[in-house]
């Protein structure tokens, strides 16, 4: 069963604009992580947000958590092609396992 | 350089047949993890270690076997390859604690 649910599951945006897709959780967590994967490649880290915390930025990055409504959102801002790949969230409901949602699939079009 | 590597990249085997997966990290990093990666189901937990001789199951176990006798090793082996463990399989490791797991490129394994 998978803890996390990405929203949408797809996205097409131009080149410039913003990427927003959410998380959603069904158990308490310790933290919760985004990854990128890029075609025919493993998942990168991009970043993590606490329990504690409610927003964290890393460059364009912006991560928003919601305990109340267990759920989470990043926005890639000023989009590039490069950003074209799929965004996974991942919990951490204790302990060192993480549990990854579906995926988002992002297209980037110049 | 530092790193987590898999191989092969790429393998085709019959059912019945035992395949090993191969992971190296380089950081000494305690914790290693195997993941498979299917279409509408995202990435699912097989195996995982907190230590060399330490293991434990994941979500998805079933017909699969791991070992960890040394800390930057991680091989996963299917004793007898079924057509439905045709898949991408990762493995990850992580410092523990918060830290972030680091991914190896994956092996497409594909079973006929």
């Known amino acids: 069963s998978q803890q996390g649910e990405e929203d949408p599951q797809a996205l097409s945006i131009q080149e410039g604009e913003n990427a927003t897709m959410n998380c959603s959780y069904k158990t308490s967590i310790n933290n919760l992580q985004w990854y990128r994967q890029n075609s025919g490649r493993g998942l990168v880290h991009l970043i993590l947000i606490r329990s504690n915390e409610r927003e964290k930025h890393s460059g364009r990055l912006r991560v928003t958590l919601d305990t109340s409504k267990k759920s989470s959102s990043l926005l890639i801002t000023a989009s590039r092609a490069a950003d074209t790949a799929s965004y996974f969230c991942a919990t951490a409901p204790a302990g060192n396992k993480l549990t990854f949602g579906g995926g988002t699939r992002v297209l980037v079009k110049p | 350089d530092a790193g987590i590597t898999q191989s092969p990249r790429y393998k085709i085997t019959e059912t019945g047949r035992q395949v090993t997966l191969m992971c190296h990290q380089t950081?000494?990093?305690?914790?290693m993890f195997w993941y498979r990666q299917d279409l509408g189901h995202g990435l699912r937990l097989i195996y995982y270690s907190a230590a060399a001789d330490i293991t434990d199951k994941g979500e998805v176990p079933d017909g699969y076997v791991v070992s960890r006798s040394k800390t930057e090793n991680f091989p996963l082996t299917l004793e007898s390859a079924t057509r439905s463990q045709t898949s991408v399989y990762f493995c990850?490791?992580?410092?523990?604690?918060?830290?972030?797991?680091?991914f190896g490129d994956g092996t497409r394994l594909s079973i006929l």
């Open positions: 950081w000494s990093h305690s914790y």
């Open positions: 990850a490791s992580s410092g523990g604690g918060n830290q972030p797991q680091h």
